[in-house]
Structures are given as C-alpha cells and as structure tokens.
C-alpha cells in the first residue's frame, strides 16, 4: 500500500499550495494520508484542491482498489 498507493497520492498531494506538513500511513488493505495547510489556507479552496490532485494521480493507482481515495475535512 506505502509504495502503490500512498507515494503516488504524496507526490500529487504535495504540489498543493499552503501544504506545511504531510504524514501517511498505511497497513495491509488500507493507507491514509493526512495534510497540514498554512493556517491562511481556505478550508474549501484546500478542499478542491486535494480532489484535483486525487483526481489527477487516479492513473497512477492500482485498478484494483475497492472504492478511490476520499476525503474527509
């Protein structure tokens, strides 16, 4: 999951402006990936943002996965 999943949605995630800190996780069947934003950062904008990016790095995830990343605020 580390290398399949979380390093492609990292390395999309990480191109996001106001990002100060990115911090992943992943166990066998699952990984989550959390972001820090610059506390100027709008909520929303963040938000559209990190969909774009999930959006952008589906290519580069496995087909298999059950459901495709989401998002939680």
Known sequence: MATSVATPLERQLGLIAGITQITSSSTLGSTGVILQFDLSRNINGAA???QA???ASLSN????LPSNPLIVK
């Open 48 to 50: 559209r943002d990190v």
């Open 53 to 55: 990016a999930i959006n």
């Open 61 to 64: 995830l496995p087909t298999n």
